[in-house]
């Protein structure tokens, strides 16, 4: 009822309206006013009654229509987003290089900015560019317009952003979500190198165990295979080790054996492995053998370690060692063979020597190994 009123309401005021514009231009048609009132008021308050109805129904639906098309647009941009950072996190749960893993994270950052450089730089010296900074230098002399650090959640510093381009703070959501994934991947990639190299290495000395030894043995077999080159092991025993333990206790037994790794160490090769192998056991593998005379003289090396007495707390040791060579292919074609063979050669060398290895022991300042070998200087050492 009330929609049906107002144009009769409508239709009223037109035509009063327009027998009133009439007579203020014409008096004359004061009376064509009045016969075309009805008419004219009619129609001008249907053309009245459009334009209210369009305004009311139609005037608010721009700015909706905007809303609604901006809102779709965020939720795409968040959609998009999201599918790109679970994309990421399966990728750092596998077994990719972290310099991989941060490219890509690098390429996610700077992919949501058009023409942004971003490099990732890890606190380990990992630098991973993205895509649109490949082809540049890390940009070193040049100030960057952003840098962003990227810390764990207990605070512990694990490298930055570099950004070069145009960044708002519209953006900071793509650089969150960046920094988290980025933290994520350096941290889950350090407790990886830090189980396996705890697997790995012996605790007290930091040399490559058994599980390592072997892995390199295999690699020296292919290797030998391929290039007709042989290798060696060399097995070394600690004389009366046991004695120390019992005497001085085995806090000077461990620094004992470390000062011993580190000695040997300093005498071999760095394409050599020196690994522990038992409490007071080593194994020294010798790669690209061409000549029994070059293991020989790694052996004789190894047994100038003994020469000077081993400061030990508030002891002074001497001490001697007993070894054993295995070569490849002829002593063996396994390392189980290989040990097997190398051992029991230490195990003669130790027989032959006899008493006269009388282990380790305390000793004054001045007294001097009871078998001393000339000292072989460390820069005849191979690097």
């Known amino acids: 009822m009330l929609m049906n009123a107002i144009p009769s309401q409508f239709s009223l005021i037109a035509a009063h309206s327009l027998s009133l514009v009439l007579m203020l231009l014409d008096p004359h048609l004061s009376r064509f006013a009045a016969g075309t009132s009805a008419l004219g008021g009619a129609l001008l308050a249907s ?11 139609h005037g608010p639906a721009q700015p909706l229509r905007q809303s609604i098309e901006e809102e779709t647009a965020r939720q795409h941009c968040q959609a998009l987003l999201e599918r790109e950072r679970s994309l990421i996190l399966e990728a750092i749960g596998q077994t990719l290089p972290l310099k991989q893993l941060l490219e890509s994270i690098a390429d996610f950052i700077s992919g949501h900015r058009h023409q942004l450089r971003c490099w990732c730089i890890t606190a380990r010296g990992i630098t991973a560019p993205s895509a649109t900074a490949m082809e540049l230098e890390y940009p070193g002399a ?52 830090d189980l396996v190299r705890r697997s790995e290495h012996d605790a007290l000395t930091d040399l490559p165990n058994r599980i390592l030894l072997e892995q390199r043995v295999a690699q020296a077999m292919a290797t030998a ?159």
């Open 142 to 193: 040049e100030i960057p317009q952003f840098r962003h650090e990227i810390y764990t959640q207990d605070k512990e510093w694990l490298g930055f952003f570099l950004l070069e381009g145009t960044w708002s703070a519209q953006d900071d959501t793509v650089l969150e979500i960046g920094t988290a994934l980025a933290a994520l991947a350096i941290r889950n990639r350090q407790m990886h190198e």
């Open 47 to 57: 053309l009245l009654w459009g334009a209210i109805y369009r305004f009311c129904m």
């Open 225 to 383: 295979e391929r290039h007709a080159q042989g290798f060696a092991l060399i097995y070394i025993d600690l004389d009366h080790f046991k004695k120390i333990n019992d005497r001085y206790g085995h806090r000077t037994g461990d620094a004992y054996l470390q000062t011993v790794a580190r000695r040997l160490s300093e005498r071999l090769r760095r394409r050599d492995t020196l690994a522990r192998v038992g409490g007071d056991e080593f194994l020294a593998l010798i790669t690209q053998v061409n000549d029994r005379s070059e293991v020989e003289e790694v052996v004789h090396r190894f047994a100038g370690c003994f020469d000077a007495p081993f400061p030990i707390y508030d002891h002074l040791l001497v001490g001697t060692a007993s070894l054993g060579i295995a070569f490849f292919p002829e002593d063996g074609r396994t390392f189980q063979e290989l040990e097997m063979a190398a051992d029991a050669a230490m195990y003669a060398s130790k027989r032959m020597a006899g008493s006269r290895n009388q282990g380790a022991q305390e000793a004054p300042l001045d007294l001097l190994p009871l078998h001393p070998q000339p000292p072989v200087p460390s820069s005849t050492i191979d690097a």
